[in-house]
């Protein structure tokens, strides 16, 4: 658990000293997992909150039905998920605190969650007696893995009984904002980063944008973004594009507008913004002085919650397209001096040298 944190309530899971290096591993990074659902809960953003069901699937710790699955390599795994609770550390460490309950949806929720978190640990601390610890020749204790497997398997459903919950939290959240938006005037709105939103007067197109042979890089970037304009979502968080991820998608259409016009960037994690702004300062794209913002730049807000694509620029205004706006993609204007902004990425030098 990381010291620098603030959290939002502290979520603590223990295993005896005697479990093995694997089980040890999957209790720490279930807890670090379950700490940053809980955190962006707290904060109101549980639709950002990590996937940790799907990394252990991926890695083939638990398979779909979320039952631990045997291992002989017990290092690889240990390594699987110690990556695995650093990157849930990493997301934690990006919730944005300031915003501890502002939503009524939390303190039920976590409820919920910590009746969840306790049922686990009753079930470790009841496999400390029954059947308890079996003892080798040399006296050191130990569970065998008909013990420490059922387990990983309860580490498993603990979480995915949680992300069930945090989903359904997001969805109370957004009918609240739903609620919020229906009650307001009409277009344009405000944003929540400062600005405001164009009205979607038209339905997406259909149709898919080709670029002229002669187009730049930039020009590329803002016919790819402006084509996606009015591209809605069917259900919570999902939308027929080749950017849908069924999860917060704002970072994913960012990416997939660069890389359409030819910016194949490789981040980390194209889907979780502060992922995205870690690796562009690390390759020294990111800008924070917002006086350098120009069309092609994806700007990150305030917060690294959200990004869009700057697609034009006047005077000391700039306009974006962003995905995951609300439930679409959408146009909005903000002025420089008072919007709330994390900082600008400029694309790689050397894809905008026919602009």
């Known amino acids: 658990m990381s010291p620098t944190v603030d959290h939002y309530k502290v979520v603590e899971l223990t295993v005896p ?43 083939k710790i638990i398979d779909d039905k979320n039952q631990s699955i045997a291992t002989t390599n017990h290092n690889e795994t240990v390594s699987a ?75 498993a459903t603990t979480a995915a009984t949680v992300e069930q919950r945090m989903r359904d939290a997001a969805t109370d959240i957004q009918r609240y904002a739903d609620h919020i938006n229906n009650s307001a005037p009409d277009n344009p709105i405000s944003s929540g980063y400062g600005g405001t939103t164009a009205p979607l007067t038209t339905p997406w197109s259909g149709h898919s944008y080709v670029p002229p042979a002669d187009s730049s890089t930039i020009d590329k970037i803002k016919g790819f973004a402006e084509n996606e304009l009015g591209v809605t979502e069917i259900g919570t968080n999902h939308v027929n594009r080749p950017y849908n991820i069924d999860d917060a998608w704002c970072a994913s259409f960012a990416t997939w507008v660069w890389k359409q016009s030819g910016i ?92």
């Not at 460490?93 to 009524?104: A, I, L, M, N």
């Open 17 to 59: 000293g005697y479990a093995s290096d694997t089980l040890k591993s999957a209790v720490r990074a279930t807890r670090a997992a379950i700490q940053a659902n809980v955190d962006n809960l707290g904060a109101g953003t549980p639709s950002r909150a990590p996937k940790f069901v799907k990394l252990l699937r991926d890695n």
């Open 81 to 155: 998920l110690r990556d695995i609770e650093a990157s849930m550390d990493a997301n934690d460490e990006g919730v944005d605190s300031s915003t501890y309950g502002t939503y009524s949806v939390a303190g039920d929720a976590y409820d919920d969650i910590e009746t969840a978190v306790n049922r686990l640990q009753r079930t470790i601390d009841d496999a400390k007696n029954t059947p308890g610890p079996r003892v080798d020749p040399t006296g050191r204790e130990y569970w065998p893995e008909s013990v420490e497997g059922p387990l990983r398997t309860a580490c």
């Open 264 to 355: 194949d960037v490789g981040w980390s994690n194209k889907n979780y913004v502060p992922s995205v702004w870690s690796d562009a300062t690390g390759k020294g794209w990111a800008d924070s002085d917002m006086s350098s913002a120009r069309p092609g730049d994806l700007v990150v807000f305030g917060g690294q919650h959200h990004i869009g694509v700057v697609v034009a620029r006047n005077g000391n205004s700039i306009t974006t397209i962003e995905g995951n706006s609300g439930d679409a993609v959408r146009q909005h204007t903000y002025n420089l001096s008072s919007g709330n902004f994390t900082g600008v990425i400029h694309p790689p030098a050397k894809t905008t040298a026919n602009v």
